[in-house]
C-alpha cells in the first residue's frame, strides 16, 4: 500500500509542472487528497486539497489562481497543475490520502497532516528565478 509522488523538477520562474500522485495497493475512490508542501527550513504546509468526491477543493491563497487539483479515480492518480511558478513555490511537494472530508464553517479545508492515512515519499520542486 503506498502512495507516488512524481512530476517534479527544476523549471523557470512562470513555467508550469503537474505533479501526479498515484496509488497502489488501494483505491483512491473513497480518500480525499493533499498536496503539501515543505521548503528547507519551513513547516510543512497544505497547498490543495480536493474532497472524496472531487466536488470541493481547497486552495492556500498564495496558489490560488495559479495552480489546480484535480483527480482521475479511473487511473487511481491526483493530479496538482502548476503553473506561473514562483520562486517562492520552491519545495518537496507531498501528497497525501485520508478517508474524510472537512469543513469548518461550511467550507472544505485540507486535514491536519497528522490525520492523514497514506503519504508519498515526495517530489522535489526548484523554481528559478
Known amino acids: 500500500v503506498q502512495l507516488q509522488a512524481s512530476g517534479g523538477g527544476l523549471v523557470q520562474a512562470g513555467g508550469s509542472l503537474r505533479l501526479s500522485c498515484s496509488a497502489s495497493?488501494?483505491?483512491?475512490?473513497?480518500?480525499?487528497i493533499g498536496w503539501f508542501r515543505q521548503a528547507p527550513g519551513k513547516e510543512r504546509e497544505g497547498v490543495s486539497c480536493?474532497?472524496?468526491?472531487?466536488?470541493?477543493?481547497y486552495y492556500l491563497d498564495s496558489v490560488k489562481g495559479r495552480f489546480r487539483i484535480s483527480r482521475d479515480d479511473r487511473e487511481n492518480t491526483a493530479y496538482l497543475q502548476m503553473n506561473s511558478l514562483k520562486p517562492e513555490d520552491t519545495a518537496v511537494y507531498y501528497c497525501a490520502a485520508i478517508s474524510k472530508d472537512v469543513y469548518y464553517s461550511g467550507t472544505y479545508h485540507c486535514s491536519r497532516d497528522g490525520e492523514y492515512n497514506y503519504w508519498g515519499q515526495g517530489t522535489q520542486v526548484t523554481v528559478s528565478s
Open positions: 480536493i474532497s472524496v468526491s472531487g466536488a470541493s477543493t
Open positions: 495497493g488501494f483505491t483512491l475512490d473513497y480518500y480525499a
